[in-house]
């Protein structure tokens, strides 16, 4: 849910389960106003995640790990303001609240490089904080600035392997895993079963080719559900 539809929507349906997810402009203004307001949205039988904001600026892509002093400075402070809000919602609900993140840019020399730091980045934070942030794992083809890009992440099978090799916790968004297999002309289960004892999370919607995403279940290639929703982590709609 986005935050100015998260009201409606609990009072539509009967959930529980609830992923908020930020824009920067949102951050920002919970940034300068407190997020009072939106714990008392919460209520205690919910078990809200995070999703961190794709963009820190019209022009810029969340990057905690950038060689851009500017850019990881505004990435890594919305990323500590959402882990206080994590805290803060746990403390209310008595359930885990994970952090969700898209991290699609890479300035290291090789991926290796970038898996590495980007494991003990994440693990800092949960040592000190005890909240998890979880690598989403992308389309090849991914939507930003209005436009089809190619990203270099979580989206091939040499991330598969480097994100087995550094045990990096994942949210396994179902969609985004046909569309980049489908990319490589791979078969998405045979990843998925490579990526699902590192997953903590799951975003479900179906996807046919390498850019259809969100096309009714049934319509693309996910042709059973029952293996992925018996999984145990939670599992949000998109």
Not at 95 to 107: K, P, Y
Not at 210 to 225: A, K, N, R, T, Y
Request: with cysteine; glycine share 4%.
């Amino acid at each position: 849910v986005r935050l100015h539809d998260f009201v409606q929507i609990t009072n539509k349906f009967n959930f529980i389960n609830y992923e908020l997810h930020f824009s920067y402009k949102e951050i920002k203004s919970l940034i300068d106003n407190g997020f009072e307001d939106l714990l008392l949205k919460i209520k205690t039988s919910y078990n809200i995640s995070i999703h961190l904001p794709d963009y820190i600026s019209k022009d810029e892509l969340i990057n905690p790990l950038s060689k851009n002093e500017n850019v990881s400075n505004k990435s890594r402070n919305i990323i500590d303001y959402c882990v206080l809000l994590a805290k803060e919602i746990e403390l209310k609900t008595r359930n885990q609240c994970l952090i969700v993140g898209s991290f699609s840019m890479n300035e290291f020399d090789s991926k290796n490089d970038f898996y590495n730091n980007f494991k003990k980045y994440i693990s800092h934070i949960e040592a000190s904080s005890g909240i998890k942030i979880l690598a989403q794992w992308l389309p090849k083809m991914a939507w930003y600035f209005g436009g089809s890009i190619q990203v270099d992440l979580f989206s091939s099978e040499k991330d598969i392997e480097m994100c087995n090799k550094y045990k990096i916790p994942l949210c396994l968004d179902i969609a985004h895993l046909i569309l980049s297999a489908n990319y490589y002309k791979s078969d998405w289960k045979e990843w998925y079963n490579q990526l699902i004892k590192l997953t903590k999370h799951i975003h479900l919607s179906d996807a046919i080719g390498i850019d259809g995403e969100g096309v009714p279940f049934g319509e693309g290639d996910i042709h059973s559900l029952e293996e992925i929703l018996n999984h145990s982590s939670v599992k949000v709609l998109e």
